[in-house]
C-alpha cells in the first residue's frame, strides 16, 4: 500500500520507519533534511513536494498541534483524492479534529484521529497504544496500519473521541507528576534518601508511572533527557480543560494543573522536556535535586 507520512519529529521519525517494512512510503516533512535522511537511511522515498502526499492511499500526519494539521489539511485539499484514509497521530484538539473530519469527508476522504502514548521509546519499539477515534469501516482500515507501529490499538469512539481521551489521560500524568514530585521533595527535605523515598512509594500505594519510570532518572541519576516537550504536553492540558469549559464541567484539579503547567512552561520555555517541571517545584521551595 502507498502510504504518505507528514511530520518526522521525535515520535514521526522512528513510527514512519516501521511502516518502511510493510508499506510503500513517502515521507514530507518541514525541515527537508530530515526527510531526506529518512528516504536515505530508513527505505522511504522522499516526496518531491507536500502535494504528493495527497497520491497515497493513506495519509498519515504526526504534528504538534491539530493547528499544524489543519494547515497541512489546507494545502493538501485541492488535490487529495476520493477513497483516501487520513490518520491523525498528533495528540490534537477533539472538536478541531471533528471539523476536520467534516471537512475532509466531502472530499470522500475518511479521517480518523489516532493519537498515541508510550513516549519516544514505544515509537522506537513500536509498542505505542494507540486510541482511535472515527467509524467502525474507518478503524478497520487504520487498524492493521496502527498495528505496526503500535501494540494496543483501542477504537474509542467517533472522531474525535481518540483525541479527547488522550489530553485526559496525559492531564492524569501530569497532576501524577506533580504531586509526586511535591512529596518526595518533601521527603528529602525531611531527611529521607530520595531512593528510599522512591523504593517505599514504589512498594506501596503511590506507585505510579512517574514514581517508577519517569523521576528516578531524572532525581536521583541527575538525567533530564529531553522525551517530550513541555510546549506538547502544556498543549494537551489546556485541550483537557476547554472539554471541561465546553462540557460545564467542576474541575478545580484539572484546572489547577494546566496553572502550573503553563507557568512552569513560561519558566522553562520551549525547549524543556515536561519532567523539568520538577525543577520548578525545587524552584519554588528555595532547593535543588541534587544531593546536600
Ligand atoms: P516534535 O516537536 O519532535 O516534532 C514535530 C514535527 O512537526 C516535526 O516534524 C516538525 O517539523 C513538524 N512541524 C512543526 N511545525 C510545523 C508546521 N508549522 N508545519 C509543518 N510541520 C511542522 O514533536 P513530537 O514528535 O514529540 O510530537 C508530535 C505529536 O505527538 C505532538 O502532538 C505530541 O503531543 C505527541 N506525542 C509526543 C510524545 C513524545 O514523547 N514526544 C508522546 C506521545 C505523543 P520540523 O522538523 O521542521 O521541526
Known amino acids: 500500500m502507498k502510504l504518505a507520512f507528514i511530520g518526522l519529529g521525535a515520535m514521526g521519525f522512528p513510527m514512519a520507519r516501521h511502516l518502511t517494512k510493510q508499506h510503500e512510503?513517502?515521507?514530507w516533512n518541514r525541515t527537508r533534511?530530515?526527510?531526506e535522511r529518512h528516504a536515505r537511511e530508513h527505505g522511504s522515498r522522499l516526496a518531491r513536494d507536500l502535494a504528493e502526499c495527497a497520491g497515497a492511499e493513506v495519509i498519515i500526519t504526526m504534528l504538534p498541534t491539530s493547528k499544524e494539521v489543519d494547515e497541512i489539511v489546507d494545502q493538501l485539499t485541492p488535490h487529495l483524492r476520493k477513497g483516501t484514509l487520513w490518520i491523525d497521530a498528533t495528540s490534537g484538539d477533539p472538536n478541531v479534529s471533528r471539523e476536520?473530519?467534516?471537512?475532509?469527508?466531502?472530499?470522500?476522504?475518511?479521517f480518523v484521529d489516532a493519537p498515541v502514548t508510550g513516549a519516544t521509546i514505544g515509537a522506537?519499539?513500536?509498542?505505542?497504544?494507540?486510541?482511535v477515534g472515527g467509524s467502525g469501516e474507518d478503524f478497520a482500515r487504520a487498524e492493521p496500519i496502527l498495528k505496526i507501529v503500535g501494540k494496543t490499538i483501542i477504537h474509542v469512539g467517533p472522531a474525535g473521541a481518540g483525541h479527547a481521551i488522550k489530553v485526559l489521560t496525559n492531564s492524569i500524568m501530569g497532576a501524577t507528576v506533580w504531586i509526586t514530585s511535591e512529596c518526595l521533595l518533601l521527603a528529602k527535605q525531611f531527611g529521607i534518601d530520595l531512593k528510599t523515598a522512591?523504593?517505599?512509594?514504589n512498594a506501596?500505594?503511590?506507585r505510579s508511572n512517574a514514581s517508577e519510570n519517569l523521576l528516578p532518572m531524572r532525581l536521583v541519576e541527575g538525567k533530564w533527557p529531553l522525551i517530550f516537550k513541555l510546549v506538547h504536553h502544556d498543549k494537551d492540558i489546556r485541550i483537557a480543560t476547554s472539554i471541561a469549559h465546553q462540557q460545564h464541567a467542576s474541575?478545580?484539579?484539572?484546572?489547577?494543573?494546566?496553572?502550573?503547567?503553563?507557568?512552569?512552561?513560561h519558566q522553562l520555555g520551549d525547549k524543556a522536556d515536561y519532567i523539568e517541571?520538577?525543577?520548578?517545584i525545587a524552584e519554588m521551595n528555595g532547593t535543588t535535586w541534587e544531593a546536600s
Open 25 to 27: 512510503v513517502i515521507v
Open 198 to 201: 522512591l523504593a517505599v512509594t
Open 33 to 35: 533534511e530530515k526527510a
Open 251 to 265: 474541575t478545580p484539579l484539572l484546572a489547577l494543573t494546566q496553572n502550573l503547567f503553563s507557568a512552569a512552561l
Open 277 to 280: 517541571v520538577a525543577k520548578i
Open 100 to 110: 476536520t473530519a467534516g471537512r475532509l469527508a466531502g472530499k470522500g476522504v475518511a
Open 124 to 131: 522506537e519499539n513500536a509498542t505505542l497504544t494507540i486510541m
Open 204 to 206: 506501596g500505594s503511590g
